[in-house]
């Protein structure tokens, strides 16, 4: 199975920073990763498809870039309802595997 | 707007089957492109997917749970089920129904804590 590996794990920030979290792919995946956020007590919502690509609905201050190993997501001005928790995840291949998940919380 | 929905025990006994129903609501679950997707969050951890079932019945489990996991389809009611064999405390966790399309999870269902304890 393809393993991604989240960076950081945690992160504190403030209301209006700019804020980028990482995913690594044990091998290339193309473009073919996707960034959720999940908040307490609720499932996980699509923010990012195909590396780039933002869900409708999805705010503009989000976007995702990278492909092959490497993957950012950028959260260009923090709003207070983005405090959550953030997984990638590869749908390269079965298994779908997700990263270990980067929790950002407020400082 | 395509909704799903789990239900099943939120307890089950050490040794015992897992069993969870997810009934889809909004779209046809024979409509063709979806992978009707389990996947489990152990509590304050990471998601881990379980396997997909495609209307057509043809399925794929992840090979670390593969001899315990059958996934199975019912299109006349709209549902997909999971069963899980011999559970241990090990196996609790909330479980999500969901759909996949090339390219991502687009819907989840709410999520339902199941408990392994005698």
């Known amino acids: 199975a393809i393993q991604m590996t989240q960076s950081p794990s945690s992160l504190s920030a403030s209301v209006g920073d700019r804020v980028t979290i990482t995913c690594r792919a044990s091998q290339g995946i193309r473009n073919d990763l996707g960034w959720y956020q999940q908040k307490p007590g609720k499932a996980p919502k699509l923010l990012i498809y195909a590396a780039s690509s933002l869900q409708s609905g999805v705010p503009s201050r989000f976007s995702g870039s990278g492909s092959g190993t490497d993957f950012t997501l950028t959260i260009s001005s923090l709003q207070p309802e983005d405090f959550a928790t953030y997984y990638c995840?590869?749908?390269?291949?079965?298994?779908?595997?997700f990263g270990q998940g980067t929790k950002l919380e407020i400082k | 707007q395509v909704q799903l929905q789990e239900s099943g025990p939120g307890l089950v006994k050490p040794s015992q089957t897992l069993s969870l129903t997810c009934t889809v609501s909004g779209g046809s679950i024979s409509s063709g492109g979806y992978y009707w997707s389990w996947i489990r969050q152990h509590p304050g951890k990471g998601l881990e997917w379980i396997g997909y079932i495609y209307y057509s019945g043809s399925t794929y489990y992840n090979p670390s749970l593969k001899s315990r996991v059958t996934i199975s389809v019912d299109t006349s009611k709209n549902q997909f089920s999971l069963k899980l064999s011999s559970v241990t405390a090990a196996d609790t966790a909330v479980y999500y129904c969901a759909r996949v399309v090339v390219g991502a999870i687009d819907y989840w269902g709410q999520g339902t804590l199941v408990t392994v304890s005698s």
């Open positions: 995840l590869q749908d390269y291949n079965y298994p779908l595997t």
